[in-house]
């Protein structure tokens, strides 16, 4: 971790009535540090502003934050960024009356090296045998509430593959450890609908608007008979093509292809 800070001051620690630790009480993203510029930077503080206010957090502090992360990210060529809004101080039980101000963490860490690897010569993917809850209530919230992630990301770290494709109770895709997945038959793309289960991440979210054509489907698991490709993303990893599903190859091409038109058209609106 090359930097920290609780509410603006260099820290490293918080109360230990702090009901992020208690409860889970909080929400957070993580967001993509290129040449000191911080990626999908709006996109990040509205959807901590609105996952507080669904949660009924009282964050106010949304200009002082970006003013830190800004003034933060400038120094790094290429780091992850992280922020953590947790709900505040209280005392024991669930009631949230007599909290303090929430508190805002920030912190920098090193990018994963292995992305570069990833993202030219895709990765393997296969079936996780931990399936999600349904969770209508909390669905698509990055809320800190993840023992379902960490119970898949071991699991992962005991397999040979670079991720798991995971389902919930019903059997229905819905994403991997740590990324939204899609997937083509053909010429057509295709995404969870992500109803009952799942984050709606920032980079899928840009995907759907880049390309309307894309199917929202509930797909129970699925069959190689009939994909072509297939690809992961997130806000920080990008798009990264799917080599091999369930240890049978798929074709990244068209992924390749794919994520190029995509890069394109982040450059023309930004220019």
């Not at 912190?107 to 969770?135: K, M, R, T």
Request: proline content about 3%; charged content about 15%.
């Amino acid at each position: 971790m090359h930097y920290y800070s609780v509410n603006g001051q260099h820290q490293s620690s918080i109360a230990i009535s702090d009901r992020a630790i208690a409860y889970g009480d909080g929400i957070f993203t993580t967001a993509k540090v290129y040449n000191g510029q911080i990626q999908f930077l709006s996109s990040h503080i509205n959807r901590l502003i609105e996952g507080c206010q669904y949660l009924k957090i009282n964050f106010t502090q949304s200009q002082i934050l970006v003013d830190e992360i800004v003034n933060v990210a400038q120094h790094y060529p290429l780091a992850v960024l992280k922020i953590i809004i947790t709900a505040g101080s209280g005392g024991r039980g669930y009631s949230r009356q007599g909290v303090g101000d929430a508190q805002v963490i920030v912190s920098i860490h090193d990018f994963p090296a292995h992305y570069e690897h990833w993202s030219e010569q895709g990765i393997s993917l296969v079936n996780c045998n931990i399936q999600l809850g349904l969770n209508p209530l909390l669905k698509g919230l990055k809320h800190l509430n993840r023992l379902e992630q960490v119970l898949i990301r071991d699991e992962l770290d005991n397999s040979p593959a670079d991720d798991l494709l995971v389902c919930d109770l019903n059997g229905y895709v819905v994403e991997t450890s740590s990324a939204n997945v899609f997937w083509m038959r053909g010429d057509k793309v295709y995404t969870p609908v992500l109803q009952d289960a799942g984050v709606v991440g920032l980079y899928r979210k840009s995907i759907l608007s880049f390309d309307s054509s894309i199917q929202l489907v509930k797909e129970k698991r699925l069959e190689l008979n009939d994909i072509t490709s297939m690809f992961i993303c997130n806000s920080v990893m990008g798009v990264i093509p799917v080599s091999q599903l369930n240890n049978k190859p798929l074709d990244i091409a068209p992924v390749l292809n794919y994520r190029e038109s995509l890069l394109n058209h982040y450059q023309e609106k930004v220019s």
